[in-house]
Nanobody, 123 residues
């Protein structure tokens, strides 16, 4: 199983980045997918999730209205469009494939994890 996250980088506050996560179709087409992040010295936290069809999404309150998660119907590639970035968004971002088909916030609801991609937002 491989999950490949990409698109991280360094931007100034107010800028935008788009993260991508490519998974094998065999392991992701009927499963929800999600993004988590971990800042230095903090626990990994939920960011956003999308169900297997791409038609239902959930977001952490801290990113609602600024971030948009998406995927094609049963698609194996997921995206996270991040706008109006803030220094507090600085973290390593991880993509994951869920155990089930519905979008979920819980860490334990995910079974496959990709390597992280660093996002750094400067003030």
């Amino acid at each position: 199983v491989q999950l490949q996250a990409s698109g991280g980088g360094s931007v100034q506050a107010g800028g935008s980045l788009r993260l991508s996560c490519a998974a094998s179709a065999r392991t992701s087409s009927n499963n929800a997918m999600g993004w988590f992040r971990q800042a230095p010295g903090k626990e990994r936290e939920f960011v956003a999730a999308v169900n297997w069809t791409g038609g239902s999404t959930v977001y952490a309150d801290s990113v609602k209205g600024r971030f948009t998660i998406s995927r094609a119907y049963a698609g194996s590639t997921m995206y996270l469009q991040m706008n109006s970035l803030e220094p507090e968004d600085t973290a390593v971002y991880y993509c994951a494939v869920a155990r089930g088909s519905g979008a979920t916030r819980g860490f334990s609801g995910y079974k496959y994890w990709g390597q992280g991609t660093q996002v750094t937002v400067s003030s």
